[in-house]
């Protein structure tokens, strides 16, 4: 074990350093995707209603592995196939895209969940004062929602990291990709998958324990 460490850990490091790369990527363009489908559920207007319950729906039904595969290899092919356009995807800009739209689904509907959870008083006094609807969202609600999404933002964080194993289908060098490597100069895959496990229940114990501090700060703050 101690060899293993000595001779790879760098290398494993660096992979779990591109892995928490594409996580805090991915949780970013997510929070914009799930603002945007999050603002659009909330919306008193049917059709934006729909189209946020189909986005979410149908990215929360499709499996991430069949994602990931649509991303980077079925988006290039339709373009050559019917725009007769040749590129390819990197896999760095593949698992952005597919994790982004994943967690961006359920940000959503976080998002929607901590709007909803403010009283609706605090809008209608918002809109009495004379200020719009956007400004009376973004000035009052919106701070409000995010003290009780926070939370829930960061254990979607904790997913997503997560999630990221199954990017190594495409050839991502994050930890569980880099890990397959290693074994096959190695041979001792016992060893390594103890290491990788090790590694990522450092992460997402810290990840945790910090949610739990924000979540016991908030509800103190709320008092």
């Known amino acids: 074990m101690t060899g293993l460490i000595t001779e790879y850990g760098k290398l494993l490091l660096e992979a779990m350093g591109q892995t928490l790369i594409m996580a805090l990527y991915s949780l970013l363009f997510a929070c914009i995707v799930g603002l945007f489908f999050g603002m659009l559920s909330v919306l008193k207007n049917k059709p934006c209603n729909w189209i946020a319950q189909i986005f979410v729906d149908v990215i929360r039904g499709v499996p991430m592995i069949v994602l990931a595969f649509f991303v980077y290899f079925g988006i290039p092919y339709a373009f050559k196939s019917i725009f007769d356009i040749r590129f390819t995807i990197e896999p760095l800009q593949a698992g952005i895209i597919c994790l982004s739209l994943n967690c961006g689904a ?8 901590g709007i909803q959870s403010v009283d609706i008083g605090q809008m209608e006094a918002a809109r009495s004062l004379g200020l719009t609807y956007w400004k009376s969202m973004r ?15 960061i254990n979607q964080f904790i997913i997503t990291l997560k999630d990221t194993s199954i990017l190594s289908v495409i050839g991502f060098p994050e930890l569980v990709n880099t890990a397959k490597s290693v074994i096959s100069i190695t041979h001792d895959s016992f060893k390594v998958w103890i290491i990788v496990g090790v590694m990522y229940l450092i992460v997402i114990t810290i990840l945790s324990k910090v949610a739990k501090i924000l979540e016991r700060k908030l509800n103190h703050d709320e008092k």
């Open 106 to 113: 359920y940000m959503a509907e976080i998002i929607r969940a």
């Open 139 to 153: 000035k009052i609600v919106l701070p409000q929602a995010i003290k009780t999404m926070i939370p829930s933002i």
